[in-house]
């Protein structure tokens, strides 16, 4: 079974490269577009040969949902075109968020017209991409991390809506919009890939939790899969989700994507430090294929600062105990792969990259840095994780 989800895999690079894209608006109200600010627009060429001097041929990209469609109904696809062109001259594949954390101005995910809005969004986003690239394979992560979005602007204030306490009906707003986006993206093109990017956490209860404590824990920690639940149709099956629209699976996980539940404090991963209750991710990913059958990406992963090349060698003896394990691990993004600022504070930048901004210059975004020890841990991670992918004699022998 694994191997026929080898066979058919629709990526062109297991190692890839996410662009950050997100256009949302951040705790203060302003919206952010990192398009921009990080100099990936304006540096797409050198970009593009920067990750693939590194193996990594598939990317992550974003349309700008806000800036797509500044009039409901309108678009303006010539951001959009220039990423396209970039990724034919260099002959890149390009994974499309079409929701990357943001939203036109006069919507929200508790808006009656945000699932309407959005489908039609998807079938002008087909008609376009076919209109350039009639051929190649399409792949669409229709919205970005419906989980932790329904959380930052549902519960917390950190994004539009900006409110609290309505985490489950921004979540259902999300996921309606989402699903409708998949019948319309279907509908305009049968053979397009469904990318879902949901993160991928583990939350457990303090020491000598108490029976009702544990039972908490467990319900928050099963919740991660609601969203992926509702687009199979499992889970509020009124909003019109499908088997068939669980395609290929991809998590995101970070250093702080496991935490005690109450009192919170996040699991510390790292040699010393590390707690016991820290799940390896290998195991999270092997729960979340055995939960939904489908082939699974890790979509996002990365590390602040000097731990970087540390975070990426674990990635790398996690992926090749879960390929091991018959996990079918198409692929590994690294996210972002260009530094980036803070969402709120645009100041600080997070050296979470492979390559840094030069915070010394006026427009540090318009500079790259390598870090050579994440580099070199990089190089490292793909020799060690190639020893566990299938081979090309295997694969020629799947029926």
Same mark, same amino acid.
């Given at each position: 079974?694994?191997?026929?989800?080898?066979?058919?895999?629709?990526?062109?690079?297991?190692?890839?490269?996410?662009?950050?894209?997100?256009?949302?608006?951040?705790?203060?109200?302003?919206?952010?577009?990192?398009?921009?600010?990080?100099?990936?627009?304006?540096?797409?060429?050198?970009?593009?040969?920067?990750?693939?001097?590194?193996?990594?041929?598939?990317?992550?990209?974003?349309?700008?949902?806000?800036?797509?469609?500044?009039?409901?109904?309108?678009?303006?696809?010539?951001?959009?075109?220039?990423?396209?062109?970039?990724?034919?001259?260099?002959?890149?594949?390009?994974?499309?968020?079409?929701?990357?954390?943001?939203?036109?101005?006069?919507?929200?995910?508790?808006?009656?017209?945000?699932?309407?809005?959005?489908?039609?969004?998807?079938?002008?986003?087909?008609?376009?991409?076919?209109?350039?690239?009639?051929?190649?394979?399409?792949?669409?992560?229709?919205?970005?991390?419906?989980?932790?979005?329904?959380?930052?602007?549902?519960?917390?204030?950190?994004?539009?809506?900006?409110?609290?306490?309505? !985490?489950?009906?921004?979540?259902?707003? +999300?996921?309606?919009?989402?699903? *409708?986006?998949?019948? $319309? /993206?279907?509908?305009?093109? #049968?053979?397009?890939?469904?990318?879902?990017?949901?993160?991928?956490?583990?939350?457990?209860?303090?020491?000598?939790?108490?029976?009702?404590?544990?039972?908490?824990?467990?319900?928050?920690?099963?919740?991660?899969?609601?969203?992926?639940?509702?687009?199979?149709?499992?889970?509020?099956?009124?909003?019109?989700?499908?088997?068939?629209?669980?395609?290929?699976?991809?998590?995101?996980?970070?250093?702080?994507?496991?935490?005690?539940?109450?009192?919170?404090?996040?699991?510390?991963?790292?040699?010393?430090?590390?707690?016991?209750?820290?799940?390896?991710?290998?195991?999270?990913?092997?729960?979340?294929?055995?939960?939904?059958?489908?082939?699974?990406?890790?979509?996002?992963?990365?590390?602040? !600062?000097?731990?970087?090349?540390?975070? +990426?060698?674990?990635?790398?003896? *996690?992926?090749?105990? $879960? /390929?091991?394990?018959?996990? #079918?691990?198409?692929?590994?993004?690294?996210?972002?792969?260009?530094?980036?600022?803070?969402?709120?504070?645009?100041?600080?930048?997070?050296?979470?990259?492979?390559?840094?901004?030069?915070?010394?210059?006026?427009?540090?975004?318009?500079?790259?840095?390598?870090?050579?020890?994440?580099?070199?841990?990089?190089?490292?991670?793909?020799?060690?994780?190639?020893?566990?992918?299938?081979?090309?004699?295997?694969?020629?022998?799947?029926?």
């Amino acid at each position: 079974m694994t191997k026929n989800f080898f066979a058919t895999s629709p990526f062109q690079s297991f190692w890839m490269a996410g662009f950050e894209c997100t256009d949302q608006q951040n705790a203060f109200g302003n919206r952010v577009d990192f398009l921009t600010l990080t100099g990936h627009l304006q540096l797409l060429d050198d970009d593009y040969q920067a990750v693939q001097s590194f193996n990594m041929s598939t990317v992550r990209e974003g349309i700008r949902w806000s800036q797509v469609e500044r009039t409901p109904y309108h678009y303006d696809w010539s951001t959009v075109q220039v990423l396209l062109e970039a990724g034919q001259r260099h002959n890149m594949q390009q994974i499309w968020d079409l929701c990357h954390f943001g939203y036109p101005d006069d919507l929200t995910p508790l808006h009656p017209m945000f699932a309407r809005r959005f489908a039609h969004l998807c079938r002008a986003f087909v008609e376009f991409y076919r209109s350039q690239r009639p051929n190649d394979v399409l792949i669409v992560t229709p919205i970005n991390e419906v989980s932790f979005m329904s959380w930052l602007g549902g519960d917390v204030r950190g994004t539009s809506p900006y409110c609290v306490g309505q !985490g489950w009906e921004v979540k259902r707003g +999300l996921m309606r919009a989402y699903i *409708e986006g998949v019948a $319309a /993206l279907r509908e305009a093109d #049968p053979g397009i890939r469904i990318l879902t990017t949901e993160p991928l956490v583990n939350i457990v209860p303090r020491p000598g939790a108490s029976a009702g404590e544990v039972r908490r824990a467990r319900e928050f920690h099963n919740n991660q899969f609601q969203s992926v639940d509702m687009l199979a149709g499992r889970l509020c099956p009124e909003l019109g989700g499908r088997p068939e629209y669980l395609d290929l699976l991809g998590f995101n996980f970070y250093y702080d994507n496991q935490w005690q539940l109450d009192p919170h404090h996040t699991l510390p991963w790292a040699n010393e430090h590390h707690d016991p209750r820290f799940r390896p991710l290998s195991q999270l990913l092997k729960q979340a294929y055995r939960r939904y059958g489908r082939p699974v990406v890790l979509t996002e992963t990365s590390h602040p !600062g000097h731990d970087r090349p540390q975070w +990426l060698r674990m990635i790398a003896h *996690e992926a090749q105990r $879960a /390929l091991k394990a018959g996990v #079918p691990l198409l692929g590994v993004c690294l996210y972002p792969i260009i530094d980036r600022p803070d969402w709120d504070h645009l100041t600080p930048w997070h050296r979470a990259g492979l390559w840094d901004a030069d915070l010394t210059q006026p427009a540090p975004g318009l500079t790259r840095v390598l870090h050579e020890p994440s580099a070199e841990s990089l190089l490292q991670a793909q020799r060690l994780v190639a020893q566990a992918l299938p081979q090309p004699a295997e694969l020629l022998s799947v029926s």
